[in-house]
């Protein structure tokens, strides 16, 4: 499977900035998504990351709050907007290489607000 | 939405015991996931699971999809103490859509 990295791997932020998650594949792959991951919770899906076009969001999250970017097959960043205490959780990205194939995950940004 | 009851939430063994979890469902799935987390580290995938009744194993793991496809449960033989963590069942429909159970942690006492 694909190599994900993430960057940074953890951070700590004040609360009303923002901050910009990265997720580089060491090859092309068909799908990409990001995951948030609460303290001691599941992983919940923030949206699929669409190459060329917007993304999609599952509900309860929207584009002004978690702006997604996906330029090509190997990339993709997802920024979290207007930081509160709230936002702080592990924030995974995933690809999948096909459809109905297991996805595979980064180690995640560990993010903390203040 | 659909929704996956993951069992145990916590599973505390000592090493050497065999250990069951299990994951169950309203809805069925086409493919079943079992993934493993370590601190600090994203989940990593143990078994995936793709056609109802097949039952596969990976070294001291053994995992089936259950023959309603609403099903799945994990075993791990022998226990060791880096078997600690949290394992989760992920379940996929058609497509790319992954739905994941809360998670059993998992203590080994040596």
């Known amino acids: 499977s694909a190599v994900i990295s993430q960057k940074p791997s953890r951070d700590i932020c004040q609360r009303g900035t923002s901050l910009t998650i990265q997720c580089q594949v060491d090859?092309?792959?068909?799908?990409m998504f990001w995951y948030r991951q609460q303290p001691g919770q599941s992983l919940t899906l923030i949206a699929t990351?669409?190459?060329?076009?917007?993304?999609?969001?599952e509900s309860g999250f929207v584009i002004d709050k978690f702006p997604i970017s996906r330029p090509n097959l190997t990339f993709s960043t997802l920024t979290v907007s207007n930081m509160s205490p709230e936002d702080s959780s592990i924030y995974l990205c995933?690809?999948?290489?096909?459809?109905?194939?297991?996805?595979?995950f980064g180690d995640g940004t560990r993010l903390s607000i203040l | 939405g659909q929704q996956l009851n993951q069992s145990p939430q916590s599973m505390f063994i000592q090493e050497g015991e065999d250990v069951s979890m299990n994951c169950t469902s309203s809805?069925?799935?086409?493919?079943w996931l079992w993934y493993k987390q370590d601190p600090g580290e994203g989940p990593v995938l143990l078994i995936a699971?793709?056609?109802?009744?097949e039952l596969t194993s990976n070294g001291r793991l053994t995992a089936q999809f259950g023959i309603t496809r609403k099903d799945s449960f994990l075993n791990i033989s022998a226990s060791i103490p880096s078997d600690v963590g949290i394992y989760f069942c992920?379940?996929?429909?058609?497509?790319?859509?992954?739905?994941f159970g809360e998670g059993t942690q998992l203590t080994v006492n040596p």
């Open positions: 809805s069925i799935f086409n493919t």
């Open positions: 995933s690809t999948q290489e096909h459809s109905n194939q297991p996805q595979h």
């Open positions: 990351a669409n190459q060329g076009s917007e993304a999609t969001y």
């Open positions: 699971l793709y056609k109802a009744g």
């Open positions: 992920a379940g996929l429909t058609s497509g790319s859509r992954l739905t």
């Open positions: 090859s092309q792959v068909t799908m």
